[in-house]
């Protein structure tokens, strides 16, 4: 079993694209509030009034633990770390672009500090662990281990709108460079 979530395995599975998204785009973000590590609760339609951009993970690993027997099998699912690496690298480069940053998943908000500590990242993660926006906008999700976890994507949002979504997300690592040429190209 492999322990360092920093690099990818070269035989992942690549995921395809299911259609899962496709109602998306256009889509106005809900007033809903999730709890953040940034210790406050984060309107997301408030925060993506101007411009943001939202990546989507499964959920991370611990640098103690293996990853699960079985998850690296998961077309999509490893690279949570990172995913969220790239988006730690490139962030200044992104606020350059007028976006702020969010990292969402279906962890706790107390797990998810520890990664937020961890890994320096210098935006907040939001913990949708209770689904309320996974199920108010019918995010794709899939189940392992008796956990329900989102799928990997990431959106730019403006005007408090879905404009653009990229699913599915492969490689991992280079999610936010693809959102950072993305926002170039406009």
């Known amino acids: 079993m ?3 979530f920093y690099d990818l395995p070269p035989d992942l599975p690549v995921p395809v694209d299911d259609g899962a998204c496709a109602h998306l785009v256009g889509l106005a973000l809900p007033a809903l509030r999730l709890s953040s590590t940034g210790g406050r609760l984060v309107d997301l339609h408030a925060a993506a009034a101007e411009r943001a951009v939202l990546f989507f993970y ?3 690993g611990r640098p ?6 079985g998850w690296d099998a998961i077309p999509g699912a490893r690279g949570c770390t990172p995913q969220s690496c790239g988006f730690r690298d490139l962030h200044a480069g992104l606020q350059a672009r007028g976006a702020a940053i969010f990292g969402v998943s279906t962890q706790t908000t107390a797990f998810q500090q520890e990664v937020v500590a961890r890994l320096h990242l210098p935006y907040v993660l939001l913990s949708d662990a209770d689904f309320a926006l996974t199920d108010a906008l019918r995010l794709p999700t899939f189940t392992f281990a008796g956990m329900r976890l989102l799928r990997r994507m990431a959106w730019v949002c403006e005007d408090a709108r879905i404009v653009k979504v990229f699913y599915p997300v492969f490689p991992p690592n280079e ?11 406009r």
């Open 2 to 4: 492999r322990a360092d």
């Open 58 to 60: 499964p959920r991370t």
């Open 175 to 185: 999610s936010a460079a693809t959102v950072m040429h993305w926002l170039d190209a």
């Open 64 to 69: 103690d633990e293996p990853a699960p027997i």
